[in-house]
């Protein structure tokens, strides 16, 4: 293997058609949990990264992961510089508040939590990892919207599951919010240009939102685009 591309975001796949056009020898990194398919360019694996790293022994690293699976891309930084192999992360811009917005920055669900008032109707976009944190809100209704039937029961008496499948216009967020009454959107700041529509409908009605604020990344090369971090591999 010449190149590993980690996944876990839409450009990720931009990625990996962009290093097939130009007939790159890579392999991508699925993290726990995502499924291995053939819509992948290039072969696919899962498993734990730091075995990949060292199994594959790939000659160099294009991070393309989440922006909050930061432990991967601090390992695989990591690893690159003990070896003395090219790594670059890409990091698309994060979202930015503007006029209108009532954005309240948090650095977790549990801070997020602690700005809720009794009463409120809270859609939770941060994932389900974090819903423990409202379990204090008992007098709150609390929603947690999931591509996919999760398989299990809601973990907090007065809440449910949102099962939907983007991608949302504007225009059906702000019916869907209108619907259920928001009162509060909570979401991690991934800066992805296909969810900010959640955002825009947010603006729109004059809803409360807390932005979890992401965590540091490693002290390596980044880049912002697909472009740039395609022209790093031509370079390297």
Request: aromatic share 6%; net charge neutral; with cysteine.
């Amino acid at each position: 293997m010449t190149l590993l591309l980690m996944a876990g975001t839409g450009e990720a796949r931009e990625l990996a058609e962009g290093l097939a056009a130009r007939g790159r020898d890579f392999t991508v990194w699925l993290p726990e949990g995502a499924r291995i398919t053939r819509e992948w360019r290039g072969s696919a694996q899962g498993g734990p990264l730091g075995r990949c790293l060292e199994v594959a022994a790939p000659r160099m690293v294009l991070d393309a992961s989440h922006p909050f699976d930061v432990e991967g891309s601090h390992l695989a930084a990591r690893h690159c510089a003990a070896r003395g192999l090219p790594y670059l992360l890409l990091r698309r811009p994060e979202w930015r508040a503007g006029p209108g917005d009532d954005w309240h920055r948090v650095a977790s669900d549990a801070e997020a939590a602690r700005l809720i008032a009794p009463g409120s109707t809270v859609l939770v976009a941060s994932g389900r990892e974090g819903l423990a944190a409202y379990a204090r809100l008992e007098r709150c209704r609390i929603l947690c919207r999931q591509i996919g039937d999760p398989g299990v029961p809601f973990p907090l008496p007065n809440g449910d599951w949102l099962i939907q499948r983007p991608p949302f216009s504007v225009e059906e967020e702000i019916a869907l919010f209108r619907e259920l009454g928001i009162d509060w959107l909570v979401l991690r700041n991934a800066g992805s240009a296909r969810a900010e529509t959640k955002l825009i409908a947010a603006r729109t009605l004059g809803l409360r939102v807390a932005m979890i604020a992401r965590p540091a990344p490693p002290d390596a090369p980044m880049a912002q685009t697909v472009a740039a971090a395609l022209a790093w591999v031509d370079a390297a």
